[in-house]
């Protein structure tokens, strides 16, 4: 319909005019927009891709360039998916996956719930709880060491303050049933404010009819919390917990910074351990292969992100 | 509404949650206050047991973070001049003198250039895509649109692999252009989503009425979108340019020397017995600072931007 | 149920997208459980068929 009313201006003007008016049409420019982003993923993201699968299936190593590559077939994959150590990193990723999620649902739209009680100065103290989301993970990971210093760090110090505990009689990074938990504690400090927005944006979409409908039919506030409250915000958290799950599928700067994989490899999830054999062992092929296994589960989580994601939109 | 809509939440109850809230934001600002207060004191004050919370303020951490420095014997130390400034005196009084600056200068420098030429990058680029996106029927478009999406959500250590090998081919390894482009690769997924939804909610009637008025789409373009799309395009160049400040896991892994950036070089800081802590969290400081400033400009957009644009209060 | 199955026999967009959603987080689960090594060896086929054939399916009408 638009087309038409162009059209027909452009039919009562002069031909120089006209051409004019239309420049390059509207397809090349599409093209022309469109094109250098296709052609940066193209080179950056899709090649190098394309070549991590092709890798995957020597044995190449990228530290002996002068040494004869053998294609390997399946064997990499092979050897991957039989391997107890990888399977040992996987799980330590579910361990810091599954509790830093459960924490940061929990605390994040309890927040939530609370801001939204619209209280004198939310907004202020809204933008505060959000800071630590947005600073470099790598500095300040380096710097919770520092707070979880046995000898000299905060953090020990307040334990010894409430609890009594000697502050030098743990290590929150050394000890092995400790650290698991030392690098969920920073991660929920860091990312809980992000569950918070998404949950506070659900609660916020939430209009004050349905609630006010609710009263009339004195629905309780208990009622009213689970069968409102609760299905309204899901969709919003649906999509928090699937981007946090992405995210700390992925996790290194933060954790790499906090206690390197260690004590042991008790908490070198997956992206510390595929460093580990791609830029200290310089395994190429092997960890290709390992690289693709992570790209394909991400891959795949993001397909039910970006579903999660229409099904927001269409709120 | 009335003053006594029935969701109006009660005074106790606003307290209450009020309080709760606050209480939360101090807990979780504790660790940002002290890398503050660390930077400012003594190392010997910096380790002291308990931590001190009042300590008499220096500049010694700075005066680390920015210098290298020597130790010289006190017969040496005699014959200098007397000391030039603060600085000066402070390191002179640990027996040491100030040999040359540090790398951290070089190092904050090489974040701003990448910083700022990824963003630059990213934000001119992903605004032409999304106007396309936004206006023009492209075939395919949802599976681009996914596709450019799902770029951004690959772990960096898997893709590393072959940047790594690529660039190594290219000569692009340690350098300025190499990371502008990687870190423009990664942030152009979330220009275009961010940057299509800002143009999306631009009326499409004030590029029709500028075709009309016998603009070319192209001028209609620069001259009527770009302008109305002004705040939009804002906030993304913001959360490009904090992605790319914070990365680490490509700038540890593709950089060394001359393109090294801050977060690689921060933790690398090292005093007598291990890191020096006041000027590591000087650095901290400094390199935190305007993420800090940037997030309270951007608090109206934040929710956007982390949602890919989903989410738009 | 009804529509369900109905719509894989008819491949409707909706149905086969949640089969495929379904194997994507059985491959996950799969791939970080601490129980058995087997379905930790033959998850990454699971995810990669599940991802496979949510890419497919997302093209089928609606």
Not at chain 1, 252 to 258: A, I, K, S, T
Not at chain 1, 293 to 314: D, P
Not at chain 2, 222 to 231: E, G, I, N, S
Request: proline share 6%.
């Amino acid at each position: 319909m638009t087309n038409s009313v162009i059209t027909a201006a452009a039919e009562k003007t002069p031909p120089s005019v006209a051409r004019r008016v239309r420049g390059l049409s509207d397809r090349a420019i599409a093209w022309i927009f469109v094109a250098p982003t296709i052609f940066l993923l193209l080179a950056i993201n899709i090649f190098p891709l394309i070549w991590t699968v092709r890798l995957s299936f020597t044995d190449y190593r990228a530290n002996r360039l002068n040494r004869e590559v053998e294609w390997v077939g399946l064997r990499n994959y092979e050897r991957i998916l039989t391997d107890d150590g990888i399977w040992m990193n996987m799980q330590a990723t579910a361990h810091f996956l599954v509790w830093t999620i459960v924490f940061q649902v929990l605390i994040g739209f309890a927040l939530a719930y609370l801001i939204n009680k619209k209280f004198k100065g939310n907004a202020l103290w809204t933008t505060i709880i959000v800071l630590p989301m947005m600073l470099s993970p790598a500095v300040v990971g380096n710097f919770w060491t520092f707070l979880y210093q046995p000898q000299i760090g905060l953090i020990n110090y307040m334990v010894e303050f409430f609890t009594g505990i000697p502050a030098s009689s743990f290590s929150m990074l050394g000890s092995v049933e400790l650290a698991p938990w030392s690098i969920v504690i920073v991660d929920t400090w860091m990312w809980t404010p992000f569950v918070m927005l998404i949950c506070l944006a659900g609660l916020r979409s939430i209009p004050d009819y349905i609630y006010e409908a609710a009263e009339i039919d004195r629905a309780s506030k208990w009622r009213q919390f689970w069968t409102i409250t609760v299905p309204m915000v899901l969709p919003f958290l649906m999509l928090a917990v699937l981007f946090r799950g992405i995210e700390n599928f992925k996790m290194f700067d933060l954790v790499v910074q906090l206690t390197g994989g260690g004590p042991g490899s008790v908490t070198e999830l997956a992206s510390i351990n595929l460093k580990r054999e791609a830029f200290e062992k310089w395994r190429t092929g092997y960890s290709s292969a390992y690289a693709v296994i992570l790209f394909v589960t991400i891959f795949g989580l993001a397909s039910i992100y970006v579903k999660a994601l229409n099904k927001v939109k269409a709120r | 509404m009335s003053a006594h809509s029935i969701t109006e939440p009660s005074a106790t109850t606003k307290w209450i949650s009020g309080g709760l809230v606050v209480a939360y934001a101090v807990v979780t600002l504790i660790p940002l206050l002290w890398i503050v207060a660390t930077g400012f004191k003594t190392p010997a004050d910096a380790i002291s047991y308990p931590p001190k919370v009042v300590f008499d303020p220096t500049i010694e951490g700075y005066v680390n973070l920015f210098t290298t420095r020597t130790r010289v014997t006190p017969e040496q130390l005699e014959s200098l001049p007397p000391p030039e400034g603060i600085a000066e005196e402070i390191v002179r009084s640990y027996g040491m003198v100030i040999a040359g600056p540090s790398r951290f200068g070089e190092r904050f420098m090489n974040s701003v250039v990448i910083g700022f030429g990824s963003t630059f990058l990213s934000v001119f680029l992903g605004t032409l895509a999304a106007y396309a996106f936004s206006r023009f029927k492209i075939p395919l478009s949802d599976d681009l649109l996914f596709f450019i999406l799902s770029t951004r959500m690959m772990p960096p250590i898997a893709v590393a692999i072959p940047i790594f090998l690529m660039y190594r081919q290219l000569g692009l390894s340690d350098t300025h252009l190499g990371m502008i482009l990687l870190y423009t690769a990664v942030n152009i997924s979330l220009a275009v989503w961010l940057l299509k939804g800002f143009i999306d909610e631009i009326p499409r009637e004030y590029e029709e009425a500028a075709l009309i008025d016998g603009y070319t789409r192209f001028q209609a373009f620069y001259k009527v979108v770009l302008p109305q799309a002004a705040t939009g395009i804002a906030s993304t160049a913001i959360f490009c340019l904090i992605f790319a400040w914070n990365e680490y896991a490509f700038a540890v892994l593709l950089t060394s020397g001359t393109a090294q950036t801050a977060p690689p070089f921060i933790p690398t800081i090292i005093g007598v017995g291990g890191q020096d802590w006041p000027a590591v969290a000087a650095g901290a400081t400094l390199f935190l600072l305007p993420v800090l400033i940037f997030t309270v400009l951007l608090r109206k957009h934040l929710l956007r931007g982390i949602t890919f644009g989903a989410v738009r209060k | 149920m009804r529509d369900f199955l109905d719509g894989i026999v008819r491949l409707r967009r909706g149905p086969w997208e949640m089969l495929a959603t379904v194997l994507i987080a059985l491959g996950v689960v799969m791939l970080m459980q601490p129980l058995f090594l087997w379905a930790y060896t033959w998850s990454f086929l699971v995810t990669l068929t599940g991802t496979v054939m949510f890419l497919v399916v997302s093209h089928f009408p609606e």
